[in-house]
């Protein structure tokens, strides 16, 4: 299931199942959208990127589906893995600028 | 891939000492470094932005004095946190991007620095 903590939301899954993480944007003008994974200690990791005249791509294992409407993103990693297990983070760019602003981040923790 | 290299990745000091990060792209030019910070469970917090061969940009509530970038080439960026208190004592991420006019494209991540501040 999932949490929200003092600071980081928290996704629980078991291995094998489907992923599904969230973020809601806030700025209207965003029209570059990335996703990246942090894993602990580490920097984070570029997973996948959409552009805001697309509402779907499809990465390996990874899909992000953007929702312009409703300001909404998500990124769905199937038959997550132990080693999925990170903090997520979305990431949105106004056009014109190349500056992101990030999400707070999802905590994922797969379970064997 | 994009390759961006941080170093060191883990430092002890004691207060008041300097302490310089360096960031470096391997395999491309970087005309444009970010550097963040980032504190335990919370996200990433822009410092500054450097653009190569310029001063840097530094967001609201960042001392320039106190956090000094120096963006001399293509491929480096560091980054200096002089009198390093306890209260410094974070987790450093640098970021560069490749390419000029090119709005779309993702930033890549050095592997961070811990800043141990005693």
């Known amino acids: 299931g999932e949490s929200v903590g003092l600071h980081l939301p928290t996704l629980s899954v078991q291995e094998g199942d489907n992923s599904i993480i969230n973020c809601a944007y806030s700025?209207?003008?965003?029209?570059?959208f990335i996703w990246y994974k942090q894993e602990s200690g580490k920097g984070p990791q570029f997973i996948i990127d959409?552009?805001?005249?697309?509402d779907k791509r499809q990465g390996q294992r990874v899909t992000v589906l953007l929702n312009k409407t409703v300001k909404h993103l998500s990124l769905q990693i199937a038959a997550t893995q132990p080693g999925d297990s990170a903090v997520y983070f979305c990431a949105e760019m106004p056009g014109g600028s190349y500056i992101p602003t990030f999400g707070r981040g999802t905590s994922l923790i797969v379970h064997p | 891939g994009a390759v961006v290299s941080q170093h060191p990745s883990w430092v002890i000091c004691k207060s008041g000492t300097s302490v310089k990060i360096e960031c470096r792209s391997l395999?491309?030019?970087?005309?444009?470094m970010f550097w963040y910070r980032q504190f335990p469970k919370q996200s990433l917090m822009l410092m500054a932005t450097?653009?190569?061969?310029?001063?840097?940009?530094?967001e609201q509530g960042v001392e320039k004095d106190k956090f000094l970038i120096n963006h001399a080439s293509l491929t480096l960026s560091t980054l200096t946190v002089t009198s390093a208190h306890p209260e410094d004592s974070s987790f450093y991420i640098c970021?560069?991007?490749?390419?000029?006019?090119?709005?779309?494209?993702?930033?890549?991540f050095g592997d961070g620095t811990r800043l141990s501040i005693l």
């Open positions: 970021s560069a991007r490749e390419g000029r006019g090119h709005i779309d494209q993702p930033q890549h």
């Open positions: 395999d491309f030019q970087a005309t444009t």
């Open positions: 959409i552009r805001s005249n697309m």
């Open positions: 700025n209207s003008a965003s029209d570059y």
């Open positions: 450097s653009n190569e061969g310029s001063k840097a940009t530094y």
